[in-house]
């Protein structure tokens, strides 16, 4: 699986859009990359995936550059209770979810 | 449903103890695994299972043990508790063709 790398802590203001970068250079052709999120030490919540094209769900919005060495995870509007750890995992679809969490980004927001 | 049932929230044991970690899970997946958190860190995997009756070992699988004799149960087994194994654990679920796997709201282990 691709390794990632992401910046350990992020500040966003209440309402305003948080984009947080994921850099994942190593990633290889049939590796998706997929966002989780911990809030507050409650187990992590699945937010989305894509593989190549950009994304967008009830919760977020993911942007993957062309070639497909970074990604951003969008929140078009934060809010107090988006303040989690986000995680950036990349890794094969299909086969099992054995990868292993890394250190993520901790996002605060604040009103 | 449910989604992934652990229990218990909370445990203390002293060292040498022995205790079972429950995991439930009502979705009908084929994988489940257990996850370790220590304190500021990411989350490490411990076991894995395929279905029932299989089951692999990830990074951390010293001083644990696990069985899956049903697809909906996957206990975690502490033999002989130290210190070390003082963490967050979490119980998780996926289909066996999907990456979206569902948590536990997990088990807050000390031992002491």
């Known amino acids: 699986d691709a390794k990632t790398t992401q910046p350990p802590s992020m500040d966003c203001a209440e309402g305003r859009a948080a984009n947080l970068p994921c850099n994942h250079s190593?990633?290889?052709?049939?590796?998706?990359v997929y966002w989780y999120r911990q809030i507050h030490s409650q187990g992590p919540q699945y937010i989305i995936h894509g593989l190549k094209n950009n994304e967008t769900n009830e919760m977020a919005s993911l942007i993957i550059t062309e070639d497909r060495k970074s990604s951003t995870l969008i929140l078009p509007h934060a809010t107090l209770r988006d303040t989690a750890v986000y995680y950036c995992i990349v890794r094969v679809r299909g086969g099992g979810f054995k990868t292993i969490f890394g250190a993520g980004t901790r996002l605060f927001v604040k009103a | 449903n449910a989604g992934v049932t652990q229990t218990p929230k909370f445990r203390i044991l002293k060292i040498g103890q022995s205790m079972t970690l429950q995991c439930a899970q009502d979705m009908n997946h084929n994988y489940m695994y257990w996850y370790r958190q220590d304190p500021g860190m990411g989350l490490k995997l411990i076991y894995y299972s395929v279905g029932a009756g299989i089951t692999d070992k990830g990074e951390v699988p010293n001083g644990y043990n696990v069985s899956r004799s049903t697809t909906e149960d996957f206990p975690l087994r502490l033999e002989l508790a130290a210190p070390s194994q003082t963490s967050v654990y979490f119980c998780?679920?996926?289909?066996?063709?999907?990456?979206?796997?569902?948590f536990g709201q997990g088990t807050r282990l000390t031992v002491v």
């Open positions: 998780a679920s996926s289909h066996d063709r999907e990456i979206e796997a569902f």
């Open positions: 190593t990633i290889s052709g049939n590796e998706y």
